[in-house]
């Protein structure tokens, strides 16, 4: 049976339906009703009467016309916009005080553009209606409409009161109009409601959003009085600024004021004391939380915290001890170790995640493809590919990306090639990662390769495609194309940044073409660590030990911090040099400097004790209960077993395998033994 239509329905922007006996339909546009309710009302008024004598309204209050003003008993829209019609047949929208309900009935279903149309029609609207009509329209996210009523406002020589100006800057902020902002604040001045609570927790949000801090804090300084989410709103925008310590002094700031911290101030700090790293922080903040009892609440931020601060046993903890774990949390614990290169874990909580049936989305599948990059396991990136692919998500760009760097990386550029291939758009960020991930899983050749189909593509590189282009270079030993890639970055002017120039200087060095690195050096107006390295490093990987401690000593006279990247550089030298008592000095440089806990760092030292002779002091570094070992650590130790002629001794129990969240199947050493005796050693 066919559903009979209804006699008479409004549409908001679109037209007024008349049904008669289902057999013809009048459309009438409502841009026109105006018009015709004007010049033509009572003949209009007539026609519908004619029309609609027979139909009848079952589901509407039989008193919901005669008491128009009560049209909060209009449960949904489609009721009010059949009051509305009933009332234009009425004859009762010609009176202004039923628009002014009918604005408000429409604003109660955000349905602002209806609302504006009656609106307009209206001679004096209140300053209530226009704030109801403001706040409105930056609530839908429509912010110039907003502003552009306040205006209006303005020129009709109404007086804005305090909620007037809370929700115009409301406006300002979400459209990100700093100038109407700043023009809003001094009508404020004027005013002198500057001092507001509301209106001044606006002025702070407003500017923090905008990045005007010194506004903010000036804004902040004149309130003479602050509520908690005046406090909230400094902390946030402190958080996410370029100094971030600040929120964490207005949060302890806020305490020593005498205002009490609520879970909006914890959920705002976070981003701070994740950025800073500062575990004391981290500790003290997730005090305050248990004692307050929002541990349950914050938890998300906490794994988020204690990730980004190097304390990742403690966010397992919190997330093992969370008793309902959203999709956020399992999220954020994977970005966690991914964050901290716990890379097995990062694969065990990916299968686990499935086995819970979390909503696995995309940034979960490129951590996981990450992960199995890191860990060289072509299986497991294999498997996840074909998760990705169940999942209809593997043509997303980052996880096509995220599965070309894969490739690349577990020693498969043709799969990964294969994959650039066949994506529909190669954008540039694209173009980068599978050249860098060629470049760091040995396969420059193939990295410079592609390059050249990427200009082929017409593609313009950027200094990171130019930077990993050059280190495709260094490795390929291939000068002249470096130099043709200098050439391309200086007609392109990207020449002068300095990570670019440690790319050139980088690849002269270990190219052997060392005036070149030293001219581009010395032209170098500020010279960081990583450029100085670049230099340590071209000399020690030229078998050139006595300037690359030369240049150190430059580099110590000249105030600059070295890192741990030079420090692993000398730790070469003192290699090349065979001198363990220069090796003695420089592992008491990176005691004093803090470098001694860094994996890459541990396994040079365990490198240089164990080529200079001091394999037992290799061993005890090896065997440190801190220290977390990786594949490196495992071959460079075998290495030295075999370099001080020990070679049965190298195999280890393969119980030692399983520490530390790396599990290899199999290490091999060439090159450690004398020609022709080259040997695999397999783990069993």
């Known amino acids: 049976m066919r559903r009979k239509r209804n006699p008479l329905l409004l549409h908001c922007g679109g037209y007024l339906h008349v049904n008669i006996q289902c057999k013809s339909t009048i459309l009438l546009p409502i841009n026109h009703l105006q018009t015709l309710m004007g010049k033509h009302a009572l003949p209009l008024r ?99 409409g907003a502003i552009q009523l306040y205006h209006c406002m303005l020129g009709k020589h109404l007086e804005p009161d305090k909620y007037t100006f809370t929700f115009v800057l409301k406006a300002c902020t979400g459209a990100l109009e700093f100038k109407e902002g700043v023009l809003v604040h001094r009508d404020i001045v004027l005013r002198g409601l500057e001092c507001d609570v509301f209106i001044g927790t606006a002025l702070v949000d407003m500017y923090c959003k ?98 980004k601060c190097g304390d990742i046993d403690m966010a ?4 093992k001890q969370m008793q309902d774990r959203d999709d956020i949390s399992w999220r954020t614990m994977m970005a966690g170790y991914a964050h901290n290169e716990c890379f097995f874990e990062v694969l065990d909580l990916f299968d686990s995640m499935k086995r819970e049936n979390v909503r696995l989305n995309y940034i979960s599948v490129v951590n996981a ?44 550029p043709e799969a990964a090639k294969s994959l650039l291939r066949e994506l529909k758009v190669r954008d540039l960020v694209a173009w980068s990662a599978i050249i860098a991930a060629l470049v760091q899983s040995g396969h420059p050749e193939d990295a410079l390769s592609l390059f050249r189909d990427m200009q082929n593509d017409c593609l313009k590189a950027n200094n990171v495609t130019v930077m990993s282009s050059l280190s495709a270079c260094a490795e390929a030993q291939s000068p002249r ?8 970055a200086v007609k392109t002017h990207i020449d002068s940044d300095i990570s670019l120039a440690t790319a050139l200087v980088s690849m002269y ?24 390295n670049a230099l340590i490093n071209g000399y020690t990987q030229n078998g050139d030990p006595y300037h690359a401690m030369e240049i150190f000593q430059k580099v110590q006279s000249s105030e600059i911090c070295p890192d741990s990247g030079t420090m692993v550089a000398l730790l070469s030298a003192c290699v090349l040099l065979d001198d363990q008592n220069q090796g003695s000095c420089i592992h008491g440089k990176i005691i004093k400097y803090g470098f001694e806990s860094e994996c890459h760092v541990k396994n040079a030292l365990i490198d240089m004790y164990a080529k200079c002779g001091s394999l037992s002091t290799a061993k005890l570094l090896f065997n440190g209960t801190d220290f977390k070992k990786d594949e490196v650590s495992w071959n460079v130790l075998i290495a030295g077993y075999v370099h001080n002629g020990q070679a049965k001794e190298a195999v280890i129990p393969g119980s030692f395998r399983h520490r530390n969240s790396y599990r290899p199947e199999e290490f091999e050493v060439v090159g450690a033994f004398p020609k022709g005796k080259t040997k695999v050693l397999r783990w069993f």
């Open 46 to 144: 007539r026609l519908f009467h004619a029309l609609t004598a027979n139909h009848k309204f079952s589901f509407l209050p039989s008193d919901a016309i005669e008491n128009y003003p009560n049209l909060s008993s209009c449960k949904d829209l489609y009721s009010l916009l059949q009051v509305h019609a009933r009332l234009i047949v009425s004859g009762r929208q010609e009176d202004h005080s039923t628009n002014t309900h009918l604005v408000k009935s429409y604003l109660s279903f955000k349905k602002c553009d209806s609302a504006r149309f009656l609106f307009d029609s209206l001679p004096n609207p209140s300053v209530r209606l226009y704030n109801s009509m403001i706040r409105a329209h930056a609530s839908v996210k429509n912010h110039q």
């Open 210 to 307: 905008m990045g005007d801090l010194q506004l903010a804090r000036e804004v902040f300084d004149k309130m003479p009085k602050k509520d908690v989410i005046t406090w909230n709103a400094m902390i946030l925008g402190l958080s996410q600024s370029v100094n971030p310590k600040e929120a964490l002094g207005f949060f302890w700031n806020m305490q020593l004021c005498g205002m009490e911290p609520d879970l909006i101030s914890i959920v705002n700090l976070v981003p701070a004391v994740s950025s800073l790293g500062d575990i004391d922080a981290c500790r003290s903040i997730h005090g305050y939380v248990i004692r307050r009892g929002f541990d349950a609440v914050v938890s998300n931020g906490l794994i988020d915290m204690y990730s």
């Open 316 to 319: 397992s903890h919190v997330f």
């Open 369 to 412: 493809l990450s992960a199995a990059a890191e860990m060289r396991d072509l299986r497991r990136g294999q498997e996840i590919q074909d998760y990705a692919r169940q999942q209809r998500i593997d043509s997303d760009v980052f996880v096509a990306t995220a599965m070309m760097t894969m490739y690349a990386k577990c020693g498969e």
């Open 481 to 488: 194309l470096g130099k043709s890639l200098h050439c391309y």
């Open 509 to 532: 060095a270990k190219c052997g073409f060392f005036a070149c690195a030293l001219t581009i050096f010395n032209r170098m107006p500020c010279k960081d660590i990583v450029l100085w």
